[in-house]
């Protein structure tokens, strides 16, 4: 029997090319593991009203490992529009499945490390003072809390009058009160202190465990004074627990300026749902954008690992496929790295940093040309040639 059994979720568009090849980098390194498909996404929305059936659900309960390629969402008319017509206006509404997933298992620790590879001609650089240049080195991870803040979806247009007279009882929403239902819609910030606590609890043990000598809180406190301040409150409790690693506070407007300007002084930094969401965006973007960027999604019994990158549908139907693997391969790393195979782990980042230091193999976004059916006439690696590079690397 295979030692490990893993859910494994293509979902649309591009999330059907890279998830198989990051398959054959796990089969080839020798991870001794069971894939068992599972449907996710805009297929399921449009011929089942969910777009993350019950089934799936299911299979993650039970095998607590899963494997997420991408997904399509649109907002609401356009994902409405979708549905097959025999399921319109039956009151199906969609929400996204990663965010659901997440809520359901409680996935409340999202882990995004923003890490340079040698050699990537997508890193930041910064002019030097002589006219020359440097690139610093970027190792920066990003916690992220998973389930709450602005992606809790708590939220209304044209508000139940229960919610509008709550609403009412605050002194600042009386610029409001005239405006009509329609035309008025309120997003909840919900922030827990117990899950403000645990988020920093988390950055705090990766940063004692990797060696990190700071940990950055990325908020807002001086404006969003409550849901902000109590993220602080309680990374500063937290910090009094860890005596050798420091505790910097930033607010996340100019956090997004300070990264490019000094990004090697920054280490673990952690940040409620929507800010962590835009910080680590912001911090992959120095590190080569979405074809480096992984993330991990941890609870107490699941965990599911997924590039940050979006279906991509414009390249989904490109054949050869011209996408970088290489995130969704990181993805796998992290999946790896979660259930203690450290040597697995090395071998495949070894090879990624050799095939990227080499630079005989790149894909169209390292290249910096535009991607289509062009893109490979011109000199880029297809999808296949990237994982077959990575392959040859690995011993």
Not at 231 to 251: C, D, F, R
């Amino acid at each position: 029997m295979p030692k490990y059994k893993v859910v494994t979720m293509p979902g649309d568009g591009i999330g059907n090319q890279v998830l198989p090849e990051a398959l054959r980098l796990l089969r080839a390194v020798g991870f001794d593991a069971e894939y068992i498909h599972a449907d996710i996404g805009w297929d399921c929305w449009c011929n089942e009203g969910d777009a993350l059936p019950d089934r799936t659900i299911e299979l993650l309960a039970k095998h607590k490992l899963g494997l997420f390629g991408a997904i399509t969402s649109k907002p609401k008319k356009e994902a409405d529009a979708g549905l097959q017509p025999s399921l319109k206006d039956k009151g199906y509404a969609y929400y996204s499945p990663i965010v659901t997933m997440r809520q359901r298992f409680n996935l409340d620790t999202c882990i995004r490390p923003c890490l340079s590879f040698p050699g990537n001609p997508l890193n930041f650089i910064r002019k030097k003072p002589d006219g020359g240049f440097e690139e610093p080195f970027v190792r920066v991870v990003v916690f992220r809390q998973n389930t709450e803040g602005l992606y809790a979806g708590v939220e209304w247009t044209n508000p139940p009058h229960p919610v509008r007279s709550a609403m009412a009882t605050h002194p600042k929403f009386k610029p409001f009160s005239s405006t009509p239902g329609p035309d008025l819609a309120i997003s909840v910030r919900v922030i827990t202190r117990k899950a403000a606590h645990n988020i920093t609890k988390a950055a705090f043990e990766w940063a004692k465990k990797y060696g990190y000598k700071s940990v950055t809180i990325c908020e807002k406190p001086n404006v969003l004074r409550e849901t902000s301040g109590m993220m602080e409150e309680e990374a500063k409790l937290v910090a009094k627990e860890y005596p050798g690693i420091v505790l910097w506070s930033t607010n996340i407007d100019a956090q997004t300026m300070w990264l490019t300007k000094n990004p090697e002084d920054y280490g673990v930094v952690v940040a409620s749902n929507l800010f962590g969401d835009v910080i680590s965006d912001a911090f992959a973007g120095l590190v080569g954008g979405l074809g480096f960027a992984a993330s991990g999604n941890i609870g107490d019994e699941v965990a599911v690992f997924e590039p940050t990158h979006g279906s991509a549908p414009k390249y989904a139907e490109l054949d050869p496929p011209i996408v970088n693997p290489i995130a969704m391969f990181l993805s796998a790393v992290m999946m790896l790295e979660h259930v203690g195979e450290s040597d697995k782990v090395k071998r495949i980042r070894q090879a990624i940093e050799v095939v990227v230091k080499e630079g005989k193999v790149r894909t169209y976004d390292m290249m910096r040309i535009p991607g289509g059916p062009k893109s490979i006439s011109q000199g880029a690696a297809s999808t296949i040639q990237m994982t077959n590079a990575v392959l040859a690397k690995l011993n």
